[in-house]
T-cell receptor, first 114, second 112 residues
């Protein structure tokens, strides 16, 4: 089945220790997104790629970076995690033009910062 | 700019009762609207979508939603709640630049 895969599902890191979350897709979609979701809140878009074009949200902290080495993979790097970065991180994909922006989500990675 | 408002952060129903989750939208262009469901520690799953075809949209798990332009609404309903429907539900509208604009979510609680 075509899908969006996130690894790991649970990640524990220490305050200030860099961490990388990964996302892969078998849908061959042009657009990939990273969201941050805190408890009982809606997902908050951090950034997205349309093919190789990177689009950063204006309020995304510099502490968050992303890489998309190819169509299938996208990474979220948190350079110096703080306690406030503990959250669920969701990856999503979309076909792009003509898709009404319907998005397909992965299962998420829950990040704990100690 | 597009936006959605979900009335009620929590909705409680008994098993077998009607489920009604409210969503009102604001859009400067004909909207594309979505309902997503999120179970604990999971990603979001698409329940249904409105893309300007039929105004009554049927989705998975027995859910449906009706697009009412005059009321700028896209409420989600299910005739008979099941315990497994307990989850967080998000309404979303298609924004610009390949984005979705999400509502704040409604947590559905189902009691036996």
């Amino acid at each position: 089945d075509a899908m969006v895969i996130q690894n790991p599902r649970y990640q524990v890191t220490q305050f200030g220790k860099p961490v990388t979350l990964s996302c892969s897709q078998t849908l061959n979609h042009n657009v990939m997104y990273w969201y941050q979701q805190k408890s009982s809140q809606a997902p908050k878009l951090l950034f997205h790629y349309y093919d190789k074009d990177f689009n950063n949200e204006a309020d995304t902290p510099d502490n968050f970076q992303s890489r998309r080495p190819n169509t299938s993979f996208c990474f979220l790097d948190i350079r110096s995690p703080g306690l406030g970065d503990a959250a669920m991180y969701l990856c999503a994909t979309s076909p792009g033009e003509g898709s009404y922006n319907e998005q397909f989500f992965g299962p998420g990675t829950r990040l704990t910062v100690l | 700019a597009q936006s959605v408002t979900q009335l009620g952060s929590h909705v409680s129903v008994s098993e077998g009762a009607l489920v009604l989750l409210r969503c009102n939208y604001s859009s400067s262009v004909p909207p594309y609207l979505f309902w997503y469901v999120q179970y604990p520690n999971q990603g979001l799953q698409l329940l249904l979508k409105y893309t300007s075809a039929a105004t009554l949209v049927k989705g998975i798990n027995g859910f449906e939603a009706e697009f009412k332009k005059s009321e700028t609404s896209f409420h989600l309903t299910k005739p008979s709640a099941h315990m497994s429907d307990a989850a967080e539900y998000f309404c979303a509208v298609s924004g610009g630049f390949q984005k979705l604009v999400f509502g704040t979510g409604t947590r559905l609680l189902v009691s036996p």
